[in-house]
């Protein structure tokens, strides 16, 4: 006997059949997903770490060398970890994969981007 995508299994014993019983949720639906929920969290850890780091180097240019790059970078890219993680549980994982690797992608190469252009606008 099926209800809503899980089945029932009896515990009883066959004197007293169909009074314990137990739903037991079916593994193959969750199984094939395992991949992409974790996929997309990846996504949301990247997009967020690299928006906190891009963020924290914009205040370190607005405010000048007086910001206290050590700290607040590692403060701002935890956070940002922690709220692409929120936003990854929020989207779920069949509209959060697409949107969080488009996301996370354009943040790296913009935040690799940067980092050469840093580099290269150094002298010697």
């Known amino acids: 006997m099926t209800e809503t995508g899980s089945r029932v299994v009896d515990l009883g014993d066959p004197a007293r059949s169909g009074q ?3 739903y037991v ?22 997009a967020g770490g690299s928006l906190g780091l891009l963020a924290n180097y914009g205040l370190f240019l ?3 060398p007086s ?5 607040t970078t590692f403060a701002f890219f935890v956070a940002g970890c922690f709220g692409g993680m ?8 069949e509209r959060g994969f ?20 840093v580099f290269m606008s ?3």
């Open 67 to 71: 910001w206290p790059v050590v700290p």
């Open 86 to 93: 929120w936003a990854a549980d929020r989207l779920g994982h």
């Open 25 to 46: 949720s079916a593994v193959s639906d969750d199984a094939g997903n395992l991949g992409r929920r974790r996929a997309t969290t990846a996504f949301g850890w990247l």
């Open 98 to 117: 697409k949107i969080l690797g488009l996301t996370a992608g354009v943040l790296v190469a913009l935040a690799v981007t940067l980092v050469a252009a």
């Open 122 to 124: 150094q002298p010697g």
């Open 62 to 64: 607005a405010v000048g």
């Open 20 to 22: 314990r019983a137990c």
